[in-house]
């Protein structure tokens, strides 16, 4: 009779462990894995989902889906081209190109996870401002191609692809361009910049230092859960998905290898990075660096804090135009 109990007392942990590791791979094949189907859609504020919503997510994983933007710039007022190029692993992407006769530089605009290219009225303010702007879909979302999302790590060759299309171009001076990134957009300004230094400055919002601590926020603010072993095995099998060490995928040890200024913008809102992780990107950054903590939530820094945001952001571009 033990031995029975034994047996079975095994055969159900091993359930459990296979049922465990299914659903685990299960989450890091749904964050990786955009989809247009509403019905992966669950509703959400902030982090925080409903009961019903919870369970949805628990079982399908929560997928991002592709959203177009629902405006081009000439529908509000600006002068621009459809524009096509590829990402240096041959991904067609799709964007917006805004020349400027003032020609004080070119911003290229970079949205973050489940985003797209369609951020307007900072786009609107900067062109006044004198600057012509880039704005595109990174792989995985809005009209461009791929099926496939990496947080960053393999956005920086749709950003080296953005940057050698500008490049050949011909009307763009290479010594005056400049990053703009929000959250992953962030992430892949970075890894681009380390790869290929290209950059007059970047500004850099939402930039989480480690992705394997980065799940194990949003873990802990969508179900309660411990980082181990639920972060600890997402970020495995997401690794595996991506075909890197998720491990050590960390924006912290990279941004100590550029040199190139970098405005760094923390979101005290924000329910996943934290002030601390902010400063230890700051410390990490090699001069000229500069650090403004914004009171808004993650990624929200220009809507939150409009005007502010417009000052610093125009100060540093100017600080930096040679």
Known sequence: ????????????????????????YLHAYA????????AFKIER?????TFPNLLKATFLGIRPIRHIADKNPGEVGLSYENVTFT????LMLKGWFIPSAKQKGTIVLVHGYNGNRGSLDMADYFHRAGYAILLFDFRGHGESEGDLISFGYYE???V??????????????????????QSMGSVALVYAERQQPSFRGLVLESLFTDFYENSARRFESVYGFPKFPFATSV???????????????????????????VYLIHDALDETIRTED????FDSANEPKELWISQAEHANAYDAQREEYQKKILLFLKENKD
Do not use: C
């Open 87 to 90: 990402s240096t692993d041959n």
């Open 278 to 281: 902010a400063q230890k990107l």
């Open 1 to 24: 009779m033990a031995k029975g109990r034994v047996k079975w007392v095994i055969s159900g942990l091993f359930v459990l462990l296979l049922a465990f590791l299914s659903l685990s």
């Open 235 to 261: 970020t495995f099998f997401g690794g595996i998905i991506l075909h890197i060490d998720g491990f050590s995928f960390s924006p912290l040890n990279e941004i100590s290898e550029i040199n190139t200024p």
């Open 45 to 49: 504020e902030g982090m925080h989902l």
């Open 160 to 181: 080296i692809g953005a940057v050698n299309y500008l490049k050949q171009r011909g009307d763009v001076d290479m010594s005056r361009v400049y990053g703009l990134g």
């Open 156 to 158: 920086s060759r749709d």
């Open 31 to 38: 964050f990786t894995h955009p989809t247009s189907n509403p």
